[in-house]
């Protein structure tokens, strides 16, 4: 996998680009951040996602995709003194995708599976081929951990 970079996608209405935050290592866990860098949104408030490997004690490999797009509260009236509240996370949409695969799978095998996965997700029905450059598809069927 090439170093760890930027993330650019579409969310269906707009297209967002995550910053490449860190790279962490923990004991042959290895994990990735991004998050997006809008300036007027506290950081907690930022879509962000996540990939982490890991093989197990059983030696099946655990490739895991989070994404997170927290919905800020919407700030309210001010007070009587003018006071106004910063506005704070009201919620999280969140999707984890996990893949556990055994030692002796394919890579053919495995981007089997994650096409599947992908088209059932999105609802596609037709022949739409996985991308193989990107970091959740390397993550899950070539099994390589950013770096």
């Known amino acids: 996998m090439s170093q760890i970079a930027d993330i650019v996608v579409y969310d269906g209405t707009t297209q967002r680009t995550l910053v490449d935050i860190a ?14 860098q809008v300036a007027d949104v506290p950081i907690d408030g930022q879509v962000n996602v996540s ?18 797009v927290p919905v800020m509260e919407v700030a309210g009236a001010s007070n009587a003194a003018g ?8 919620h999280i949409p969140r999707i984890v995708v996990t893949g556990y695969f055994h030692g002796r799978s394919t890579q053919t095998e495995r981007t089997a599976a994650l096409s599947l996965t992908g088209n059932i997700l999105l609802g596609l ?3 739409t081929a996985v991308g193989t450059s ?14």
């Open 51 to 68: 990939l982490v490997s890991e093989r197990l004690p059983s030696g099946v490999y655990k490739p895991e995709l989070v994404v997170s």
């Open 23 to 36: 790279v962490h290592r923990d004991k042959g866990k290895v994990s990735a951040f991004w998050r997006e």
């Open 134 to 147: 990107a970091p959740a598809p390397e993550l899950f069927s070539q099994l390589v951990s950013p770096s």
């Open 83 to 90: 006071y106004v509240a910063a506005p704070k996370v009201a």
């Open 125 to 127: 029905t037709a022949n």
